[in-house]
């Protein structure tokens, strides 16, 4: 029987993320997610990654796309409204073949709305917000344990099929 670990659910995302091979992490505080780039910052560099504090959502995606041209497998994390500003970004990386995982850890309404749980994304997701005909994967766990078998499968999937993946 594996370790057991009692973690709150951004804890472990960000510690499957590091366990799944995850070199190179650049994100930006927003909540309900700011708790992944805490552990990350944290813990990157004792796995002998590197982690960035971006100075916005724009540079942290492009940060990762950036990490990504050069064949590594990188990471980012936000929530809902930051995810639209990646939106081209993200259409580039899905015409350019570039590979990463973006965790949307998502919260409810439009903008600056409420910070409750909400499927709200789910469009914005699996329909991709950027200019273009383009389609990536979307991952959606629905228990924690499951969130952290698919970070694994999303860098798998992601390198594969040479793609962004979203983890909603």
């Known amino acids: 029987m594996g370790e057991k670990l009692l973690m709150k659910g951004n804890e472990a995302l960000a510690e499957a993320a590091i366990r799944a091979g995850c070199r190179f992490y650049a994100g930006y505080p927003i909540t309900p997610q700011s708790e992944v780039s805490e552990y990350m910052s944290r813990n990157m560099s004792k796995a002998g990654g590197v982690f960035i504090p971006a100075e916005s959502e724009l540079s942290a995606i492009n940060m990762v796309l950036g990490c990504g041209a050069t064949g590594h497998f990188s990471m980012t994390s936000s929530s809902s409204c930051a995810i639209a500003l990646m939106q081209e970004t993200i259409g580039y990386m899905i015409a350019q073949e570039v590979p990463c995982l973006i965790a949307n850890v998502s919260r409810g309404g439009p903008g600056l709305g409420s910070i409750a749980p909400s499927q709200g ?3 914005q997701s699996t329909r991709t917000g950027a200019n ?6 979307v991952l959606g766990p629905s228990t924690i ?3 952290v078998d698919h970070v694994d499968l999303g860098f798998h999937l992601g390198m594969k099929y040479r793609t962004p993946v979203i983890l909603l």
């Open 121 to 123: 994304d789910y469009i």
């Open 132 to 137: 273009g005909d383009l389609r990536l994967i």
């Open 145 to 147: 344990q499951e969130m």
